[in-house]
């Protein structure tokens, strides 16, 4: 029943309105095309480019309450900063942190060591694509972890927020209060 209008052959006689398709055929036809269309293009548009933001807790027994961090620095980082931010963010719990070298964290008395690893790509500017940040314990296990995944629009997300909001989902899986 398909199309059966278009691949219907042509009648003998000279009558053009017989050969036609069905008006009512042809227009539900239409409306099934224009239906589909904005199904696909409707789900183009809304999957596929979502940012991703997560927390969990690994190990909980690894965790020890404390208000003494060290958030060890990553040569690595492509930009300036996040450690400084990581700092700032634990600030918002009471926690004081440091940042040091790994070496120096090796011999600091802090029971939560924080590292981070980051990934910046450019579009206009250089932005985040990915963050991720581990409390780890003394030994550098991790016992909780929250990343940040970009999701490809051309969006630039603020630094700042971001790792807020990644610090805020940790400290919530751990029960910690904002003080």
């Not at 807790?57 to 040569?75: E, G, K, M, R, T």
């Not at 939560?112 to 963050?131: E, G, H, N």
């Not at 970009?150 to 904002?178: A, N, Q, S, Y």
């Amino acid at each position: 029943m398909r199309f059966r209008w278009a691949i219907r052959q042509f009648p003998k006689h000279n009558n053009p309105t017989k050969c036609l398709p069905n008006y009512k055929e042809k227009t539900s036809m239409t409306v099934r095309f224009h239906l589909l269309f904005i199904f696909l293009l409707s789900t183009i548009c809304t999957s596929g480019c979502s940012t991703q933001m997560s927390a969990k807790v690994i190990n909980a027994d690894l965790y020890q309450a404390s208000n003494y961090y060290v958030v060890i620095s990553n040569p690595k980082s492509n930009m300036k900063g996040v450690d400084g931010e990581i700092v700032q963010a634990l600030a918002e719990y009471g926690i004081s942190a440091r940042i040091l070298e790994a070496k120096e964290a090796e011999e600091s008395d802090a029971t939560v060591m924080v590292s981070y690893q980051d990934w910046y790509k450019w579009d206009i500017v250089q932005y985040l694509w990915t963050l991720d940040i581990y409390f780890n314990d003394t030994e550098m296990k991790p016992f909780a972890h929250s990343n940040f995944h970009h999701g490809g629009l051309h969006t630039f997300p603020d630094r700042v927020e971001v790792v807020r909001t990644l610090i805020d989902k940790m400290m919530l899986e751990l029960g910690v209060p904002k003080k």
